[in-house]
Each structure stands twice: as structure tokens, then as C-alpha cells.
């Protein structure tokens, strides 16, 4: 999961997925860190684009809304 490493609502959702993925799946980097700009490149995406949330996987990358519904289904609520 990429972030934006700098932004307080972004920290908080990072806190919130953290603290509902019990199986410990997701991990978390900055959109700004040098592992965050190649993933970001590895996903198509501008190294410098720190515009939104990416998740990526093995073979693909999630962006904005597409990209928390992804996580969403990651982590435990108590809804399905």
C-alpha cells in the first residue's frame, strides 16, 4: 500500500488498515520514498505522482477508490 507520507488523513487511514489486517498481509510505503517511486513506476504511474493511494500486487496495481476497495478486502470489519 503506497501513501502519501506527508499527509495526517493519509497516516490515520494507514493506522486504520494496520490495525484491522490481523493476518498482517498488507505492508505500507511512501508514495515519496525510493521503494514508493519504483513501485510507482512498476505500476505505470509517474514517480512523482503522489496524488493518490496505490496498492499494488504481484501483478497489478489498484489506484484511488479501486485501490481501498482492494484493501478492504485485506482487512477485518465486521461487515463483509
Known sequence: ML???????CN??????????SKRRIRYEALQSEAGKNLLRRS????DDISSVVLVEKDR????????LKIMEYINLPFP
Do not use: I, T
Not at 490515520?12 to 489486517?21: A, I, L, S
Not at 496495481?61 to 481501498?68: D, F, I, L, N, Q
Open 44 to 47: 505505470g504511474r509517474a514517480p
Open 61 to 68: 496495481s489498484y489506484v484511488k477508490s479501486e485501490a481501498v
Open 3 to 9: 501513501f502519501d507520507g506527508v499527509c495526517n488523513l
Open 12 to 21: 490515520r487511514g494507514v493506522k486504520f488498515v494496520r490495525d484491522n489486517d
